[in-house]
């Protein structure tokens, strides 16, 4: 017989410990949260930059210090956790097995699951950058904890691919840290990260941003020599005469996150293809029953603040589900999304038994200027805010109300949408 | 005569090495492998198409015809007895214009003529019935049902190991500088030793042309050729059963769709000449040619899921066949030259043949104590959950995952440094437990393989290679 557990959360980052802290809150004590990583808090602990909490705290913390205080309440519930703890499997029946040094293989069965397991980062070799395969080639985030946690330093020299957030922090680290950050080339017209990264840790330091650039050369047969760059015309495809040879014992990748989903897959939840996240209604449950989730496993997100708040909803929402006060279904509505919007989370909305207020998160597919953010109940257009700017590197949201819908009973789609 | 350092020295521990050594430890003769890289299976063994060839596509009567089909034929009992990774999944030749039917018959015929079995020509919708992901254009096509794949990292590591618990003696980062013939032998110099030895066997890949040539004045050419791949996540590993070859024709030797034993999807390789010996760089040219080729054997691969490129060198001798045995010119010296593809398939074969060659010249008895098994690190992610549990009681390191997306544990790596000829280099147990090699490649999981590293070979962590000597991870604290 399996030993019971009412939510088991995977993963100890701030999606899994917002999530954890949530169910608590409303009423379910018999939760774990699975580690793999043998401190809670993710990757926070090796963010120990500044930015993180502005909105949760209304203070400005480092990852650390925004992760401590989560770990702190997390502590003071007595919520247990296992660390250096991995999940090899989840099956339909929500059957959750691990592996640890202490407990060896153990299976266990949930009432709920609450996936909350992050995000990877895109290697080399998804980017088909040709060349020898060096030492000296790192994506950001491992340079990141190879500098952060374990004290390493990773180079001298540096060219950055790619303006992830994760790669214009690791410009000004590496910067602090003594190194000499060459550039950083983005295949891009655009930059994935935040504008105030841009700022702050490329445009203060003096680091070009070269858009519409990307590698192509990567020399030497040991270690990383140098790094040729060019750009790239409307097709992505090297301009010739536009080589540039930087010197560089380094070459950082920060060319996008990919959720971590294999788990999700394996239990037959739905995929969203465009977010590599798995689909979920409003109450952040996947398509397999009793399943939540949230944070970076669900969609890439920008801010760690936004990360809690979801996991606080799909926290919530599944110790509902396990205390039997989810609701039986009512008039379900799907969100639709269209002209330089790319996704929505949720996707569905269950417009008889949803919250007062639903947000709906999502990015935007380029760059657009003087845009507005448009929802239509069907046809009929029900909001349309103004945007300045719209970039793919910030999350946008709309707010949708319960009350709403009071004139819009038998609307049969939400459609989110920009227009100029 | 005075005394030898060794009784045979084999130089090169790549898969021909490594399998000649294994051979040879069965016999009361004193062995020792020398290999400039760091780490056996370093150079063209570690990047190719890891297939075991049926055995149709040599010329009937060549030297490469009869290896292929007596490695084939060796692979499965070996991969028992020394515990790798080997698949009989089938091979399948795709014809995609009814022009070509004569040269699918033609190779069928030739596949009976080297005397393989399990050979069948089928209809094109038979085939797709088989393959469901194959082109629509294909008209026919040939199944080779003794067609395999194999870990050809581990069938290396483990003819490797297997040789040196047998007394095999294995020196890394030593270079051969030069050979002279010396009265009852040679003395080979190298970066690092002299060494004396009565036999030399020349296992040395794309550079055996420079060893054979220094004691022949039957000189021999050696091209490296190049082919470039690009492995795919396990999640598209089910595309195609059998590895998918395309029939010679107006598109080249083409290029294979494949499984691999490890459940990615394979395609490649290209081939370029190039110069230099040392060439493994891939091209964006050269790996646009694998898409666009491979996709005309089976549609949309999905090469959006590539987690590596590779590019491997193929030593290709002028004569365009394997050169096996006792140079004429040069006694008590042995060539296994030119082991370009079917090499990994012939190599177990051409370790037998020129181990029992050079036992019969040196009056060689076979030692009574002779162990030819090799027990290999667990896999500890395909055992059961029972049989995981048990193992974690046995050794809790086992339960600790340090790379996720192949879910290694520490137990493994730990393993892969402290057995024989363990593990120097994140390569090294890459190559010995697949940490690293899933689709986030390393990312998570190099931090702390570079402190297992450190930790058990007693070095500090900016000494740790991800290979040979200067392609140290880190530059300092």
């Not at chain 1, 996707?347 to 657009?368: E, G, P, S």
Request: net charge negative; proline share 4%.
């Amino acid at each position: 017989m399996n030993k019971k557990v009412q939510i088991v959360i995977i993963g100890g980052g701030p999606a899994g410990l917002a999530a954890a802290l949530a169910a608590k809150k409303n009423g379910v004590n018999d939760i774990l949260i699975l580690e793999r990583d043998n401190i809670l808090g993710g990757i926070l602990n090796q963010c120990i930059h500044n930015g993180f909490g502005l909105h949760t705290f209304k203070e400005e913390l480092t990852g650390p210090e925004y992760a401590g205080r989560y770990i702190d309440m997390v502590l003071e519930e007595k919520i247990p956790y296992k660390l250096d703890t991995m999940v090899i499997d989840i099956n339909k029946d929500k059957e959750v097995t691990y592996i640890n040094k202490e407990d060896g293989l153990q299976t266990i069965q949930a009432e709920a699951v609450i996936l909350a397991m992050g995000c990877r980062e895109r290697p080399r070799g998804a980017l088909n950058i040709p060349g020898y395969r060096p030492a000296g080639i790192y994506t950001a985030g491992t340079a990141q904890r190879l500098m952060n946690i374990e004290g390493h330093m990773v180079g001298r020299k540096v060219v950055i691919l790619g303006s992830g957030d994760i790669g214009l922090i690791m410009a000004r680290r590496m910067t602090l840290e003594g190194a000499k950050v060459e550039v950083v080339a983005e295949l891009m017209p655009y930059s994935g990260g935040l504008k105030r990264n841009i700022v702050q840790c490329l445009d203060d330091y003096g680091i070009p941003l070269k858009l519409s650039h990307t590698v192509i050369g990567i020399e030497g047969k040991d270690h990383v020599e140098g790094i040729t760059i060019a750009e790239v015309d409307a097709n992505r495809k090297p301009i010739p005469g536009t080589e540039e040879h930087y010197e560089a014992d380094t070459l950082l990748l920060s060319c996008g996150l990919i959720p971590e989903n294999e788990l999700t897959k394996g239990i037959g939840a739905g995929m969203n293809p465009v977010t590599n996240g798995p689909l979920v209604n409003d109450k952040l449950e996947t398509d397999a029953d009793g399943v939540f989730a949230c944070g970076n496993v669900l969609h890439v997100h920008d801010l760690v603040d936004y990360v809690s708040e979801e996991a606080t909803l799909a926290g919530a929402n599944a110790a509902a589900y396990v205390l039997g006060g989810a609701g039986k279904e009512g008039r379900r509505v799907k969100i639709t999304c269209d002209n330089g919007v790319r996704y929505t989370v949720p996707q569905t909305l269950d417009i008889t038994n949803m919250n007062d207020k639903v947000v709906v998160r999502f990015r935007v597919a380029d760059v657009y200027k003087d845009r507005s953010i448009c929802v239509y109940y069907d046809d009929e257009k029900v909001s349309s805010v103004k945007k300045r700017v719209l970039a793919p590197g910030e999350m946008e949201q709309v707010i949708l109300k319960k009350e709403s819908f009071d004139k819009y009973p038998d609307v049969t789609n939400i459609r989110i949408c920009t227009e100029e | 005569m005075s005394i030898m350092d060794q009784d045979v020295v084999i130089i090169g521990a790549g898969v021909v090495g490594a399998a000649i050594a294994r051979e040879i430890s069965r016999y009361d003769l004193k062995v020792c492998v020398i290999e400039k890289e760091e780490d056996v299976c370093s150079g063209t063994s570690k990047a190719n198409s890891a297939i075991v060839h049926a055995g149709f596509d040599a010329k009937p009567g060549s030297v490469k015809a009869k290896y292929n089909l007596e490695g084939n034929l060796m692979m499965g009992q070996l991969s028992k007895d020394l515990d790798f990774e080997f698949k009989q999944n089938g091979s399948m030749v795709l014809c995609f214009d009814e022009a070509d039917r004569p040269a699918l018959d033609e190779l069928y015929q030739r596949g009976l003529d080297n005397g393989v079995q399990g050979l069948e020509i089928i209809t094109g919708d038979e085939a797709r019935k088989i393959e469901p992901n194959i082109s629509d254009e294909v008209v026919a096509a040939m199944i080779a049902r003794t067609g395999g794949i194999v870990c050809p990292f581990g069938l290396t590591i483990a003819l490797a190991e297997n040789a040196a618990d047998n007394g095999v003696s294995f020196k890394f980062n030593t270079e051969v500088q030069n050979i002279v013939k010396i009265d009852g032998g040679y003395k080979v110099a190298t970066n690092n030793e002299e060494i004396t030895t009565k036999y030399i066997v020349n296992a040395a890949g794309v550079y055996a042309d420079v060893i054979h040539n220094m004691v022949s004045s039957q000189k021999i050419h050696i091209t490296p050729r190049k082919g470039d791949y690009m492995l795919m996540d396990k999640e598209v590993g089910g595309l195609v059963s059998h590895t998918i070859f395309q029939l010679p024709g107006k598109y080249g030797k083409g290029i294979l769709v494949t499984p691999t034993v490890h459940g990615n999807l394979l395609a490649g390789p290209t081939a370029v000449d190039v110069d230099d010996k040392e060439c493994t760089a891939t091209t964006a040219e050269e790996l646009a040619d694998v898409s666009m080729k491979a996709n005309k054997s089976v549609k949309n691969v999905p090469f959006r899921q590539t987690i590596t490129s590779f590019s491997g060198l193929r030593a290709h001798e002028d004569g365009d066949d394997f050169i096996i045995g006792e140079c004429s010119d040069a006694e008590g010296f042995f060539d296994a030259a030119g082991i370009e593809s079917p090499g990994l398939t012939s190599a177990p074969a051409i370790g037998a043949e020129l181990a029992k060659e050079i036992a019969e010249k040196a009056g060689a008895q076979e030692k009574s104590d002779w162990n030819g098994y090799r027990k290999g690190i667990p896999h500890v992610s395909q055992l059961s959950f029972e049989e995981r549990a048990e193992l974690i009681k046995q050794n809790p390191a086992y339960g600790t995952i340090i790379c996720r997306c192949e879910e290694i544990s520490e137990g493994e790596i730990v393993d892969a440094i402290n057995r024989t000829l363990g593990a120097k280099s994140m390569d090294g147990i890459k190559r010995r437990t697949r940490a690293g090699m899933g689709r986030c490649q390393a990312g998570f999981c190099t931090p702390r393989t570079i402190e297992i590293l450190a930790r058990e070979l007693g070095i500090k962590p900016d000494e740790v290679c991800k290979n040979r000597p200067g392609s140290e991870l880190i530059v300092g604290d």
